[in-house]
Protein backbone atom coordinates (compact mmCIF):
# COMPACT_ATOMS: atom_id res chain seq x y z
CA UNK A 1 0.00 0.00 0.00
CA UNK A 2 1.54 3.44 -1.23
CA UNK A 3 0.10 6.69 0.41
CA UNK A 4 -2.01 8.30 -2.55
CA UNK A 5 -1.35 11.83 -3.59
CA UNK A 6 -4.88 13.36 -4.13
CA UNK A 7 -5.03 15.52 -7.62
CA UNK A 8 -2.78 13.96 -9.88
CA UNK A 9 -0.21 16.60 -10.90
CA UNK A 10 0.04 16.64 -14.57
CA UNK A 11 -2.99 16.74 -16.88
CA UNK A 12 -0.38 18.59 -19.64
CA UNK A 13 -1.99 16.45 -22.14
CA UNK A 14 -5.83 17.75 -21.36
CA UNK A 15 -5.83 21.51 -20.94
CA UNK A 16 -9.29 21.64 -20.84
CA UNK A 17 -10.12 19.16 -18.38
CA UNK A 18 -8.27 20.31 -14.81
CA UNK A 19 -8.88 20.09 -11.37
CA UNK A 20 -10.08 23.04 -9.17
CA UNK A 21 -10.34 22.46 -5.22
CA UNK A 22 -9.83 18.97 -5.72
CA UNK A 23 -13.01 18.65 -8.48
CA UNK A 24 -12.55 17.53 -12.22
CA UNK A 25 -13.84 19.97 -14.39
CA UNK A 26 -14.30 20.18 -18.27
CA UNK A 27 -13.67 23.80 -18.90
CA UNK A 28 -15.66 25.44 -16.67
CA UNK A 29 -18.08 22.83 -15.83
CA UNK A 30 -17.82 20.68 -12.85
CA UNK A 31 -18.14 17.23 -13.96
CA UNK A 32 -19.43 15.94 -10.89
CA UNK A 33 -22.77 18.27 -11.51
CA UNK A 34 -22.94 16.94 -15.23
CA UNK A 35 -23.05 12.83 -14.04
CA UNK A 36 -25.08 14.17 -11.76
CA UNK A 37 -27.49 15.88 -13.80
CA UNK A 38 -26.90 13.20 -17.05
CA UNK A 39 -26.22 10.02 -15.30
CA UNK A 40 -22.96 7.95 -16.92
CA UNK A 41 -21.51 6.26 -18.93
CA UNK A 42 -21.36 10.32 -20.35
CA UNK A 43 -19.51 10.95 -23.30
CA UNK A 44 -18.43 14.83 -22.13
CA UNK A 45 -16.56 16.69 -25.09
CA UNK A 46 -15.09 20.27 -24.75
CA UNK A 47 -15.71 22.83 -27.61
CA UNK A 48 -12.61 24.78 -26.69
CA UNK A 49 -10.44 21.93 -27.17
CA UNK A 50 -12.04 20.88 -30.62
CA UNK A 51 -11.15 24.51 -31.63
CA UNK A 52 -7.44 24.28 -30.07
CA UNK A 53 -7.28 21.48 -31.77
CA UNK A 54 -8.52 22.67 -35.17
CA UNK A 55 -6.52 25.69 -34.72
CA UNK A 56 -2.73 23.70 -34.45
CA UNK A 57 -3.49 22.39 -38.21
CA UNK A 58 -5.21 26.21 -39.02
CA UNK A 59 -1.97 27.89 -38.22
CA UNK A 60 0.29 24.93 -39.75
CA UNK A 61 -1.12 26.06 -42.80
CA UNK A 62 -0.54 29.72 -43.09
CA UNK A 63 -1.05 30.29 -46.73
CA UNK A 64 -0.34 26.73 -48.27
CA UNK A 65 -2.70 25.09 -50.57
CA UNK A 66 -3.55 22.64 -48.17
CA UNK A 67 -7.32 21.03 -47.54
CA UNK A 68 -8.25 19.85 -44.06
CA UNK A 69 -10.94 17.17 -44.05
CA UNK A 70 -11.88 16.06 -40.67
CA UNK A 71 -11.85 12.37 -40.78
CA UNK A 72 -14.98 11.89 -39.30
CA UNK A 73 -15.35 8.53 -38.43
CA UNK A 74 -12.87 8.87 -34.99
CA UNK A 75 -16.36 11.40 -33.96
CA UNK A 76 -19.15 12.06 -36.18
CA UNK A 77 -21.46 13.17 -33.95
CA UNK A 78 -23.37 16.21 -35.38
CA UNK A 79 -22.39 19.22 -32.85
CA UNK A 80 -18.65 17.83 -33.08
CA UNK A 81 -19.36 18.16 -37.40
CA UNK A 82 -21.28 21.19 -37.10
CA UNK A 83 -18.38 22.88 -34.96
CA UNK A 84 -15.40 21.74 -37.81
CA UNK A 85 -18.25 22.67 -40.82
CA UNK A 86 -18.13 26.30 -38.99
CA UNK A 87 -14.00 26.60 -38.61
CA UNK A 88 -13.69 25.99 -42.11
CA UNK A 89 -12.59 22.36 -42.33
CA UNK A 90 -13.98 19.62 -45.31
CA UNK A 91 -14.71 15.94 -44.49
CA UNK A 92 -13.32 12.59 -45.02
CA UNK A 93 -16.45 10.07 -45.41
CA UNK A 94 -16.34 6.36 -45.64
CA UNK A 95 -20.17 5.86 -45.92
CA UNK A 96 -23.16 6.81 -47.48
CA UNK A 97 -24.19 7.50 -43.65
CA UNK A 98 -21.54 9.55 -43.09
CA UNK A 99 -22.06 11.28 -46.19
CA UNK A 100 -25.79 12.11 -44.64
CA UNK A 101 -24.25 13.17 -41.33
CA UNK A 102 -21.94 15.56 -43.19
CA UNK A 103 -24.71 17.30 -45.67
CA UNK A 104 -27.09 17.36 -42.27
CA UNK A 105 -24.22 20.15 -40.77
CA UNK A 106 -24.32 22.29 -44.29
CA UNK A 107 -20.46 20.94 -44.86
CA UNK A 108 -19.85 21.93 -48.70
CA UNK A 109 -19.08 18.84 -50.84
CA UNK A 110 -16.68 20.30 -53.03
CA UNK A 111 -14.50 19.49 -49.61
CA UNK A 112 -15.48 16.16 -49.02
CA UNK A 113 -13.60 12.97 -50.09
CA UNK A 114 -15.34 9.53 -50.30
CA UNK A 115 -12.56 7.21 -48.96
CA UNK A 116 -13.51 3.25 -48.54
CA UNK A 117 -12.14 -0.07 -49.57
CA UNK A 118 -16.13 -1.18 -49.98
CA UNK A 119 -18.00 1.72 -51.73
CA UNK A 120 -21.67 0.32 -52.82
CA UNK A 121 -22.70 1.80 -56.27
CA UNK A 122 -25.86 3.54 -53.69
CA UNK A 123 -23.12 5.16 -51.70
CA UNK A 124 -21.42 6.25 -55.07
CA UNK A 125 -24.64 7.63 -56.42
CA UNK A 126 -25.87 9.84 -53.41
CA UNK A 127 -21.86 11.27 -53.66
CA UNK A 128 -22.25 11.59 -57.22
CA UNK A 129 -25.27 13.16 -56.98
CA UNK A 130 -24.38 16.02 -53.72
CA UNK A 131 -20.80 16.88 -56.17
CA UNK A 132 -18.24 15.73 -53.24
CA UNK A 133 -14.71 16.30 -54.57
CA UNK A 134 -13.01 13.47 -55.17
CA UNK A 135 -13.69 9.53 -54.51
CA UNK A 136 -10.57 8.08 -52.85
CA UNK A 137 -10.38 4.24 -54.67
CA UNK A 138 -9.02 1.85 -54.04
CA UNK A 139 -9.10 -1.12 -56.91
CA UNK A 140 -9.79 -1.36 -60.51
CA UNK A 141 -12.77 -3.18 -59.91
CA UNK A 142 -14.09 -0.38 -58.01
CA UNK A 143 -12.92 2.40 -61.26
CA UNK A 144 -14.82 0.07 -63.05
CA UNK A 145 -18.14 0.03 -61.11
CA UNK A 146 -17.46 4.05 -59.91
CA UNK A 147 -17.21 5.06 -63.86
CA UNK A 148 -20.34 2.85 -64.63
CA UNK A 149 -22.64 4.40 -62.02
CA UNK A 150 -21.04 8.04 -62.71
CA UNK A 151 -22.21 7.41 -66.75
CA UNK A 152 -25.98 6.13 -65.29
CA UNK A 153 -26.37 9.64 -63.59
CA UNK A 154 -25.14 11.61 -66.41
CA UNK A 155 -21.69 12.05 -64.32
CA UNK A 156 -18.15 12.41 -63.84
CA UNK A 157 -16.60 11.59 -61.05
CA UNK A 158 -13.56 12.74 -59.93
CA UNK A 159 -10.91 10.40 -58.64
CA UNK A 160 -7.75 9.90 -56.63
CA UNK A 161 -5.95 6.41 -56.63
CA UNK A 162 -5.16 4.95 -53.14
CA UNK A 163 -2.04 3.58 -53.40
CA UNK A 164 -0.53 1.15 -50.83
CA UNK A 165 3.02 2.19 -50.55
CA UNK A 166 4.21 -0.22 -48.52
CA UNK A 167 5.96 1.86 -45.76
CA UNK A 168 5.62 0.54 -42.19
CA UNK A 169 3.64 3.31 -39.68
CA UNK A 170 5.01 1.09 -36.73
CA UNK A 171 1.79 1.64 -34.79
CA UNK A 172 -0.45 -1.18 -33.73
CA UNK A 173 -1.05 -3.31 -36.33
CA UNK A 174 -4.98 -3.21 -36.20
CA UNK A 175 -4.51 0.38 -36.85
CA UNK A 176 -1.57 0.07 -39.53
CA UNK A 177 -2.90 0.26 -43.08
CA UNK A 178 0.33 1.20 -45.63
CA UNK A 179 1.45 -2.26 -45.76
CA UNK A 180 1.32 -4.89 -48.71
CA UNK A 181 -0.12 -7.49 -46.29
CA UNK A 182 -3.25 -4.79 -45.71
CA UNK A 183 -6.27 -4.88 -47.86
CA UNK A 184 -6.32 -1.27 -48.21
CA UNK A 185 -5.12 0.35 -51.86
CA UNK A 186 -3.65 -0.32 -54.94
CA UNK A 187 -0.20 -1.62 -55.12
CA UNK A 188 2.58 1.14 -55.38
CA UNK A 189 3.84 -1.08 -58.27
CA UNK A 190 0.74 -1.79 -59.98
CA UNK A 191 -0.91 2.07 -59.32
CA UNK A 192 0.83 3.10 -63.23
CA UNK A 193 -1.66 0.63 -65.08
CA UNK A 194 -4.33 1.38 -63.25
CA UNK A 195 -4.30 5.03 -63.88
CA UNK A 196 -3.84 4.14 -67.42
CA UNK A 197 -6.97 1.98 -67.49
CA UNK A 198 -9.29 4.71 -65.31
CA UNK A 199 -7.56 7.15 -68.07
CA UNK A 200 -10.07 5.11 -70.01
CA UNK A 201 -13.27 4.83 -68.30
CA UNK A 202 -15.45 7.95 -69.78
CA UNK A 203 -17.47 8.03 -66.35
CA UNK A 204 -14.07 9.23 -64.45
CA UNK A 205 -11.74 11.96 -64.17
CA UNK A 206 -8.53 11.63 -62.82
CA UNK A 207 -7.39 14.61 -60.24
CA UNK A 208 -5.53 12.71 -57.53
CA UNK A 209 -3.17 10.44 -55.80
CA UNK A 210 -3.97 9.63 -52.24
CA UNK A 211 -2.38 7.34 -49.61
CA UNK A 212 -3.25 6.72 -45.64
CA UNK A 213 -0.61 4.66 -43.99
CA UNK A 214 -1.99 4.21 -40.77
CA UNK A 215 -3.03 6.03 -37.08
CA UNK A 216 -1.65 7.16 -33.80
CA UNK A 217 1.73 7.42 -35.66
CA UNK A 218 4.39 9.07 -33.10
CA UNK A 219 6.69 8.84 -35.60
CA UNK A 220 6.99 11.37 -38.70
CA UNK A 221 9.43 9.11 -41.31
CA UNK A 222 7.05 7.21 -41.94
CA UNK A 223 5.13 9.67 -43.81
CA UNK A 224 7.77 10.58 -45.26
CA UNK A 225 9.39 7.48 -46.50
CA UNK A 226 5.42 7.13 -48.24
CA UNK A 227 5.45 10.39 -49.69
CA UNK A 228 8.98 10.10 -51.80
CA UNK A 229 7.62 6.97 -53.17
CA UNK A 230 4.42 8.87 -54.51
CA UNK A 231 6.53 11.70 -55.75
CA UNK A 232 8.21 9.09 -57.84
CA UNK A 233 5.14 7.41 -59.19
CA UNK A 234 3.63 11.33 -59.91
CA UNK A 235 6.53 11.83 -61.87
CA UNK A 236 6.17 8.51 -63.85
CA UNK A 237 2.40 9.96 -64.39
CA UNK A 238 3.65 13.00 -65.99
CA UNK A 239 5.70 11.14 -68.02
CA UNK A 240 2.62 9.26 -69.26
CA UNK A 241 0.87 12.62 -69.49
CA UNK A 242 -1.33 12.61 -66.35
CA UNK A 243 -0.94 15.26 -64.71
CA UNK A 244 -2.77 15.83 -60.84
CA UNK A 245 -3.70 18.44 -59.05
CA UNK A 246 -4.44 17.00 -55.51
CA UNK A 247 -2.18 14.73 -53.26
CA UNK A 248 -3.93 13.57 -50.01
CA UNK A 249 -1.85 11.93 -47.65
CA UNK A 250 -4.80 11.15 -45.71
CA UNK A 251 -4.77 11.13 -41.75
CA UNK A 252 -2.90 9.05 -38.77
CA UNK A 253 -1.12 11.98 -36.84
CA UNK A 254 -1.14 10.16 -33.37
CA UNK A 255 -1.91 12.13 -29.83
CA UNK A 256 -0.82 12.05 -26.22
CA UNK A 257 -2.50 8.71 -24.34
CA UNK A 258 0.28 8.26 -21.93
CA UNK A 259 3.64 9.49 -22.55
CA UNK A 260 4.31 9.75 -26.45
CA UNK A 261 4.86 12.80 -28.14
CA UNK A 262 3.61 12.67 -31.05
CA UNK A 263 4.91 14.93 -34.10
CA UNK A 264 2.53 18.40 -34.27
CA UNK A 265 0.42 19.32 -37.65
CA UNK A 266 3.48 22.07 -38.70
CA UNK A 267 6.37 19.23 -38.60
CA UNK A 268 4.45 16.93 -41.09
CA UNK A 269 3.35 20.12 -43.34
CA UNK A 270 6.87 21.79 -43.27
CA UNK A 271 8.49 17.98 -44.19
CA UNK A 272 5.91 17.70 -46.94
CA UNK A 273 6.35 21.11 -48.68
CA UNK A 274 9.73 20.77 -48.42
CA UNK A 275 10.15 18.02 -50.39
CA UNK A 276 7.31 18.81 -53.02
CA UNK A 277 9.27 21.92 -53.84
CA UNK A 278 12.52 19.58 -53.81
CA UNK A 279 10.87 17.81 -56.17
CA UNK A 280 9.24 20.51 -58.51
CA UNK A 281 5.50 19.31 -56.98
CA UNK A 282 4.61 22.79 -55.72
CA UNK A 283 1.89 23.24 -57.66
CA UNK A 284 0.17 20.26 -56.20
CA UNK A 285 -2.69 20.86 -53.55
CA UNK A 286 -2.43 19.22 -50.25
CA UNK A 287 -5.49 17.17 -48.64
CA UNK A 288 -5.10 15.90 -45.09
CA UNK A 289 -8.02 13.61 -43.02
CA UNK A 290 -6.92 13.64 -39.89
CA UNK A 291 -9.69 12.56 -37.61
CA UNK A 292 -7.78 11.56 -33.84
CA UNK A 293 -5.78 14.35 -33.61
CA UNK A 294 -8.75 16.64 -34.21
CA UNK A 295 -10.90 15.09 -31.45
CA UNK A 296 -8.82 12.39 -29.48
CA UNK A 297 -8.11 14.90 -26.29
CA UNK A 298 -11.26 16.56 -26.59
CA UNK A 299 -13.29 14.16 -24.89
CA UNK A 300 -13.42 12.25 -21.75
CA UNK A 301 -16.18 9.12 -20.60
CA UNK A 302 -17.41 9.14 -17.21
CA UNK A 303 -18.57 6.38 -15.57
CA UNK A 304 -19.57 5.36 -12.26
CA UNK A 305 -18.43 3.08 -9.70
CA UNK A 306 -20.64 0.07 -8.94
CA UNK A 307 -19.01 -2.47 -7.15
CA UNK A 308 -15.44 -3.02 -5.44
CA UNK A 309 -14.49 -7.18 -5.78
CA UNK A 310 -11.05 -7.36 -3.56
CA UNK A 311 -9.37 -10.60 -4.33
CA UNK A 312 -6.58 -13.12 -3.70
CA UNK A 313 -4.77 -12.30 -7.19
CA UNK A 314 -6.68 -8.92 -8.79
CA UNK A 315 -8.83 -6.07 -6.96
CA UNK A 316 -11.75 -5.24 -9.35
CA UNK A 317 -13.77 -1.87 -9.44
CA UNK A 318 -16.80 -2.68 -11.50
CA UNK A 319 -18.12 0.08 -13.34
CA UNK A 320 -21.18 1.06 -15.24
CA UNK A 321 -19.51 1.61 -18.87
CA UNK A 322 -18.14 -1.16 -20.57
CA UNK A 323 -16.31 -2.29 -23.88
CA UNK A 324 -19.69 -1.48 -25.88
CA UNK A 325 -19.31 2.09 -24.74
CA UNK A 326 -15.26 2.22 -25.34
CA UNK A 327 -13.95 -0.88 -27.35
CA UNK A 328 -10.40 0.12 -27.39
CA UNK A 329 -8.72 -1.66 -24.62
CA UNK A 330 -10.99 -4.34 -25.44
CA UNK A 331 -9.72 -4.48 -29.20
CA UNK A 332 -6.40 -2.85 -29.17
CA UNK A 333 -4.67 -3.54 -25.30
CA UNK A 334 -5.19 0.46 -25.66
CA UNK A 335 -3.97 2.35 -22.69
CA UNK A 336 -6.46 5.29 -21.23
CA UNK A 337 -5.46 7.46 -18.82
CA UNK A 338 -8.23 7.50 -15.48
CA UNK A 339 -9.10 10.49 -12.80
CA UNK A 340 -11.45 10.04 -9.88
CA UNK A 341 -13.41 13.33 -10.57
CA UNK A 342 -13.49 13.78 -6.64
CA UNK A 343 -10.00 12.29 -5.81
CA UNK A 344 -9.73 11.25 -1.97
CA UNK A 345 -7.12 11.08 0.32
CA UNK A 346 -5.95 7.59 1.95
CA UNK A 347 -3.80 4.52 0.68
CA UNK A 348 -4.35 3.57 -2.99
CA UNK A 349 -4.49 -0.20 -4.32
CA UNK A 350 -4.07 -1.43 -7.27
CA UNK A 351 -7.25 -2.25 -9.58
CA UNK A 352 -8.43 -3.64 -12.76
CA UNK A 353 -11.03 -1.50 -13.96
CA UNK A 354 -14.25 -3.58 -15.92
CA UNK A 355 -17.00 -3.44 -17.11
CA UNK A 356 -20.67 -5.73 -16.44
CA UNK A 357 -20.02 -7.18 -19.90
CA UNK A 358 -19.83 -11.28 -20.15
CA UNK A 359 -16.68 -11.10 -21.22
CA UNK A 360 -13.25 -11.43 -19.64
CA UNK A 361 -12.08 -8.72 -22.44
CA UNK A 362 -14.71 -6.08 -20.79
CA UNK A 363 -11.60 -4.59 -19.13
CA UNK A 364 -11.46 -0.34 -19.70
CA UNK A 365 -8.06 -0.37 -17.29
CA UNK A 366 -5.92 -2.59 -15.44
CA UNK A 367 -3.56 -2.00 -12.50
CA UNK A 368 -4.32 1.11 -11.50
CA UNK A 369 -3.10 2.66 -8.52
CA UNK A 370 -6.71 4.07 -7.43
CA UNK A 371 -8.14 5.36 -3.61
CA UNK A 372 -12.06 4.56 -4.54
CA UNK A 373 -15.07 3.80 -3.33
CA UNK A 374 -18.68 1.99 -4.36
CA UNK A 375 -20.67 5.06 -5.99
CA UNK A 376 -17.20 7.06 -7.13
CA UNK A 377 -17.16 8.61 -10.48
CA UNK A 378 -13.92 7.81 -12.83
CA UNK A 379 -13.06 10.15 -16.02
CA UNK A 380 -11.50 7.97 -18.53
CA UNK A 381 -9.13 10.25 -20.67
CA UNK A 382 -8.49 10.70 -24.51
CA UNK A 383 -12.06 9.08 -25.26
CA UNK A 384 -12.99 12.25 -27.88
CA UNK A 385 -11.57 9.51 -31.05
CA UNK A 386 -13.04 6.06 -31.59
CA UNK A 387 -15.40 5.94 -28.34
CA UNK A 388 -18.87 6.53 -29.31
CA UNK A 389 -18.21 6.05 -32.89
CA UNK A 390 -17.19 2.31 -32.26
CA UNK A 391 -19.88 1.86 -29.63
CA UNK A 392 -22.45 -0.95 -30.18
CA UNK A 393 -25.60 -2.68 -27.87
CA UNK A 394 -24.01 -5.86 -27.20
CA UNK A 395 -25.89 -7.42 -24.00
CA UNK A 396 -28.79 -4.87 -24.79
CA UNK A 397 -27.04 -2.01 -23.39
CA UNK A 398 -28.42 1.16 -24.58
CA UNK A 399 -25.18 3.80 -25.86
CA UNK A 400 -24.40 6.41 -23.36
CA UNK A 401 -25.29 10.12 -23.62
CA UNK A 402 -23.12 13.10 -25.29
CA UNK A 403 -23.00 16.31 -24.12
CA UNK A 404 -20.64 19.44 -25.58
CA UNK A 405 -19.39 21.73 -22.79
CA UNK A 406 -18.68 25.24 -23.80
CA UNK A 407 -17.31 27.60 -21.10
CA UNK A 408 -19.58 27.61 -18.37
CA UNK A 409 -22.59 26.21 -20.33
CA UNK A 410 -22.95 22.67 -21.73
CA UNK A 411 -25.38 21.07 -24.71
CA UNK A 412 -26.49 17.30 -24.61
CA UNK A 413 -25.82 16.90 -28.40
CA UNK A 414 -27.32 13.14 -28.02
CA UNK A 415 -29.69 11.80 -25.45
CA UNK A 416 -29.29 8.57 -23.93
CA UNK A 417 -30.03 5.81 -26.01
CA UNK A 418 -33.69 3.74 -24.25
CA UNK A 419 -34.66 0.51 -23.99
CA UNK A 420 -37.13 1.08 -26.45
CA UNK A 421 -34.89 2.44 -29.00
CA UNK A 422 -33.33 -0.99 -28.56
CA UNK A 423 -36.50 -3.23 -29.29
CA UNK A 424 -37.78 -0.70 -32.19
CA UNK A 425 -37.75 -2.42 -35.63
CA UNK A 426 -37.30 -5.88 -34.06
CA UNK A 427 -40.91 -8.25 -34.16
CA UNK A 428 -41.48 -11.75 -33.01
CA UNK A 429 -43.33 -14.23 -35.66
CA UNK A 430 -46.64 -14.75 -36.12
N1 LIG B 1 -8.27 8.52 -43.63
C1 LIG B 1 -8.46 7.19 -43.77
C2 LIG B 1 -8.55 6.64 -45.12
C3 LIG B 1 -8.56 6.37 -42.64
O1 LIG B 1 -8.74 5.06 -42.81
C4 LIG B 1 -8.47 6.93 -41.34
C5 LIG B 1 -8.59 6.10 -40.16
C6 LIG B 1 -8.29 8.32 -41.24
C7 LIG B 1 -8.19 9.08 -42.40
C8 LIG B 1 -8.20 9.02 -39.92
O2 LIG B 1 -7.07 8.59 -39.21
P1 LIG B 1 -6.64 9.27 -37.83
O3 LIG B 1 -6.16 10.68 -38.12
O4 LIG B 1 -7.81 9.25 -36.93
O5 LIG B 1 -5.54 8.40 -37.33
N2 LIG B 1 -10.29 2.60 -34.33
C9 LIG B 1 -8.86 2.81 -34.31
C10 LIG B 1 -8.40 3.75 -35.38
C11 LIG B 1 -8.82 3.30 -36.77
C12 LIG B 1 -8.42 4.28 -37.85
C13 LIG B 1 -9.07 3.95 -39.13
N3 LIG B 1 -8.79 4.84 -40.20
C14 LIG B 1 -8.47 3.28 -32.92
O6 LIG B 1 -9.35 3.43 -32.06
O7 LIG B 1 -7.29 3.47 -32.64
Not at 41 to 56: E, F, G, H, I, K
Not at 108 to 113: F, K, L, N, S
Not at 322 to 336: F, G, S
Request: hydrophobic fraction near 40%; aromatic fraction near 6%; charge should be negative.
Amino acid sequence: MTAAIPVPPDLAGHPFFQYRNNVLYAEDVPLDHLAGQLGTPLYVYSRAALRAAWNTYHSAVGQRPVLVCYGMKANSNLAVLKEFARLGAGFDIVSGGELKRALAVGADPARIVFSGVGKQAWEMRAALDAGVMCFNVESEAELQRLSDVAQETGRRARVALRVNPDVDAQTHPYISTGLKENKFGIPIGAALDAYRSSRLLPGLEVTGLDCHIGSQLTDISPYFDALEKLLDLVADLEGIGIRLSHLDLGGGLGIRYSDETPPSPKALLDGVFQRLQARGQGHLRLVLEPGRSLVGNAGLLLTTVQYLKHGEARNFAIVDAAMNDLLRPALYDAWHGLRPLLPRAGDALDYDVVGPVCESADWLARQRALVIEQGDVLALESAGAYGMTMAGNYNTRPRAAEVMVDGDHYHVVRQRETLDDLLRGESTLP
